[in-house]
């Protein structure tokens, strides 16, 4: 019998985030597309050389990306959506980056194909990760063809490099499940997709490819009686077509699909053996013995070094009665590149630790241990028995003045005092807001020369006291613009901050920080987790400062800005070994004591972000209720202990609240903003059958795309709200923060959408005044 090692995917962006820079450049029109084509040719070579030289046996192609997979499947099979114009033979770069990040007539390039203004594609995240994908749109009469040849040319290019690779396909049935139909249910247009995947397939085959990973990830999820039903008819028809198809699932077991997965005719499967464990034994009881079984078994998601001998022992017996290849549990697209880059970081902490190319050479030592005996890899499980040990009993772990906070605590006393009428009441008598208050969401943008002084301040070239100034002066000039154009609540523009969670993460104990542990959370948007590795608590107050500073400098409402427990949770490579709604408790605590901090200081308003609550939302609803109870608990420790007339704000990303919306309400927030551009005000639909109580800011400006939306544009955004919730509900805002957007997209952005606030208050003085008559 024989052990083989597989990736299912590689980090994108680079050892250094090559590709974040490429892209970059090629949209600012500082570089060619020629450039950037190669430039991602390089990166991928290089990824392929070093997952060979790491000891996979099985590379993935297709798994790079120049800005989604799922967009590049979209992409793959000609699903363009109607607006975009698209009457071409292929889908070019100009309309791939279009629907990724919307056009508008003067900064889409020449040949775009599409002069007019064009929204992006809807972004949510990928299942209970980070990452954001570009949900698919379908129409009726939706036809489907092949429109891009890059899972060709990707196998080719490996192939001529020397590397026999194993394409990786987003399956049909996930692709379908993950998108959203206008007048048409999606599975519905099975029939004619299978027709453009099963020439996908050949195609491959005739190019020499002899197996093919078909990722399918929905089935982990709970299935109707359509959807499985749709599995056996697609696999039924696809299984025949060419390659052997290595059915890919992740992020959580099969349970009740199990059944039906076990009697699909595929070659190959793969199960996620972190996520659940559990699920070998009854797959080993249901499958055939010529499927050849991949075993996730080391975590694609988090950062912590596994335990080989332990994995040792538990596949021992399996290994010596059937072939087997081992895999991380999913595509290590969420997890950074190469730990040996991290030279600063505590070497203590370090030993815990292991990213993508680690990973690999961790599947590679427990690959020869199997084939070979114990032996074969005896310095590697020397080093993983030494790093378990050392974490295990290791003092930066746990602290008793934390465990003792946590014993003491009254969750169920975690409510605020009144009720939200009467705290609306104070407040507004406090605040003094007009109908329909602005705001923006927290950050302005991060621009280069900002970047440049953090950066030159991290090296030490910039001391401590002319940092400060520099960011003095820059929230001193944003306080002013923002007076300048009227908004009503202002914010100080987060300039002092790297990321939203490494801000906070920095400043508590119980996490620590690499330098280059960049993973990709949507195009060239990177991101680094800290690192929670042991007990949380607040040594000082981490925001106060800033905040005093910021509203000296104006008579204006000042939001206090922090980020929710439930999100640094969410946003973190998270400990494992407690539960992790512990951990977001200790978090939940340190932020208690910087909102009140903030109150004591005069702040009337404090924003607690919370943008990943339902992103941490388990797969199956039968865990559901579990997790919102103590995300929701943990929300409320954070934001229950202030006046009534202190005004708590929170904000969500890209996020689906039909199904949660109930636990949205229970948060109690006074305010909370979402994104609603992309989504045409469509998720307004739960606040509006719930009959939400509290106050809403549906974003009518999607920050995501570079493109500058029309004061018309936000008017009608607003008014279509009003047909959904009170517009005595509705504050407005854009859909996210600024910090990744210039100045001259914002500028005119938000002037625009000042305009269209203070035209909806008119259209509210001349409808009363009418009613008055």
Sequence with gaps: MTVSVATLGFPRIGLRRELKFALESYWAGKSSLAELLSAAAGLRALNWGRQKALGADILPSNDFSLYDHVLD?????????????????????????????????????AGCGHAHDTTAMEMTKWFDTNYHFLVPELTAGQSFRIASTKIFDEFSEAKALGYPTRPVLLGPVSWLMLAKGKAVEPLALLPALLETYSEILARLAALGADWVQIDEPCLVLDLTDDQRTAFERTYASLATRGPKLMLTTYFGGLGDNLNLVAELPVHGLHLDLVRAPDQLEPALARLQPHVLLSLGVIDGRNIWRANLPDLYWRLKELAAKRDVVLAPSCSLIH??????LETSLDPEVAQWLSFAAQKVEELAALAKALNEGEDASFAAFAASRIAAVARRTSPKIHD????????????????????????????QKRLGLPAYPT?????????????????????????DEAYARYLRAETRAAVKWQEEIGLDVLVHGEFERNDMVQYFG????????????????????????PVLYGDVSRPKTMTVDWWRYAQDQTDRPMKGMLTGPVTILNWSFVRDDQPREASCRQIALAIRDEVQDLETAGAAIVQIDEAALREGLPLRRSEWQHYLNWAVECFRIASSAVRDDTQIHTHMCYSEFNDIIRAIGDMDADVISIETARSQMELLDAFASYAYPNAVGPGVYDIHSPRIPAEREMTDLLALACKHISPEQVWVNPDCGLKTRKWDEVRPALIAMVAAAKSMRARTLVKEAYLAR
């Design 335 to 340: 997890v950074p590149v190469d730990l040996a």
């Design 400 to 427: 008793p003045a934390v465990a003792a906070r946590i014993a003491a605590l009254d969750t169920g006393g975690a409510r605020r005092a009144a009720s939200f009428a009467a705290r609306r009441e104070a407040q």
């Design 506 to 529: 920095e400043q508590l104990a119980g996490f620590a920080f690499t330098r280059a542990g960049w993973v990709q959370s949507y195009g060239s948007r990177c991101v680094r987790p």
């Design 73 to 109: 499947t979209s992409a793959l099979i000609g699903a363009i959506p109607p607006r975009y114009d698209w009457a071409g033979e292929s889908v070019d770069p100009d309309l791939y980056f279009a629907m990724a990040r919307g056009a508008q007539h003067d900064t889409a390039r």
């Design 439 to 463: 705001t923006t969401i927290g950050s302005f943008p991060q621009t280069p020369d900002i970047r440049k002084a953090r950066a030159a301040h991290v090296r030490g070239e910039i001391d």
